[in-house]
């Protein structure tokens, strides 16, 4: 299996609603990642988490929380975000944070409207 | 500052024929260079990678090729098929400050393999 699944495929928001993305992989990789994707735009890293714990956040609005229940799920929660926050959120695994050199397995993204 | 360029946002090459995907960088401390491919609507998937001690790398159709003295790798993908056209992302990987691992990406490449 070298799946990475996410869940939902499309979300449409509100700016005033909760909502959660969810990740899972079952490869045994130990670092998760998630990323956020712009038309016409790199892949732009949010959130590294190596052994579930969080190891890298870059500068990211605290209307997103991350979360890492267990070694093969990754969660992103969503508050009060703005329609700029419109994106495909991207979720990556790897082996692991130091010796995978960044070769990510992608999932193929949940695309986010914020109305 | 973009630290990895892909100066040519476009390409088209017909089928059968090579293609040769650009890509420069800056930074001399970059070790590991990665080349994603991305369809609209999907993650990236990884395609190949080069260590900076080497000058080549082949996997089937695809070649990346390292100058480390231009600072230039190029992604020779022969022949080319109409399921290779995509997006290509060049990304290179370093350790920053604190001795975490980072990932730089260019502005990627689409490609156009035309019947």
């Known amino acids: 299996d070298t799946e990475v699944t996410q869940t939902p495929k499309h979300l449409v928001m509100g700016m005033t609603n909760k909502k959660s993305l969810k990740c899972e992989q079952h490869?045994?990789?130990?670092?998760m990642y998630w990323y956020k994707q712009k038309a016409k735009k790199p892949p732009e890293l949010m959130f590294v988490y190596s052994y579930e714990k969080l190891s890298i956040n870059e500068s990211v609005p605290s209307r997103f929380s991350p979360e890492c229940p267990n070694s093969s799920l990754l969660n992103l929660h969503l508050h009060a975000l703005q329609p700029e926050d419109s994106a495909l959120y991207l979720c990556a695994s790897s082996q692991d944070l130091a010796r995978s050199k960044w070769r990510l397995f992608f999932g193929s993204g949940t695309q986010l409207s914020v109305l | 500052d973009q630290q990895v360029k892909q100066n040519s946002p476009s390409l088209s090459v017909q089928e059968g024929r090579i293609s040769i995907l650009n890509c420069d960088y800056t930074?001399?401390?970059?070790?590991?260079f990665l080349w994603y491919k991305k369809y609209p609507a999907e993650g990236p998937t990884f395609l190949i990678s080069i260590s900076s001690i080497k000058d080549k790398n082949e996997d089937g159709r695809f070649t990346v090729f390292l100058n480390k003295s231009a600072k230039h790798l190029s992604l020779h993908i022969v022949p080319s098929q109409p399921g290779d056209s995509a997006v290509y992302f060049c990304a290179a990987s370093l350790y920053n400050a604190g001795n975490n691992r980072k990932l730089i990406w260019g502005l990627g490449t689409s490609l156009a393999v035309n019947p």
């Open positions: 930074n001399s401390m970059f070790d590991y």
């Open positions: 490869m045994g990789h130990r670092a």
